[in-house]
């Protein structure tokens, strides 16, 4: 048994698609990604894509089935990346990242003692 159903990719592009209702999630979501030609790294980082109904804030799980999730015809759903909190980080990312906290120090303030020895000098040389 089939749903059909409205996809929506990452780029919000609708795609009318036909999809096995009794199928683990898990096992659609390659396909799809071949079918529709999405990026499967990111600067050579793999990317992972979840299933969502349109609009919803969880992702579909992906040992359910279309059918163990209620999609039925006419569903709309998302197919939105996931984000990798563990992805691997290039060398070129480091040193960027590097670069940008060596710069974004915050500037140093004077320090009570410091500000007191200041006006003193100044006491003294306006004598």
């Known amino acids: 048994m089939f749903v059909r159903v409205t996809l929506y990719d990452p780029a919000a592009q609708a795609h009318q698609v036909e999809l096995p209702a009794a199928e683990p999630i898990g096992r659609i979501l390659p396909v799809l990604i071949r079918r529709l030609r999405l990026p499967e790294t990111d600067g050579g980082n ?74 003193g000098l100044l006491a003294v040389l306006a004598l």
Not at 67 to 90: K, Q, S, W
């Open 46 to 119: 793999p990317l992972q894509y979840d299933l969502y109904r349109a609009g919803a804030p969880e992702p579909l799980k992906p040992v359910a089935t279309l059918h163990m999730a209620g999609i039925t015809h006419g569903a709309a759903l998302e197919l939105r990346a996931a984000i990798d909190p563990y992805a691997r980080v290039t060398e070129e990312e480091l040193k960027a990242r590097e670069t940008h906290y060596r710069t974004a120090r915050t500037p140093r303030r004077w320090r009570d003692y410091q500000a007191q020895i200041g006006l």
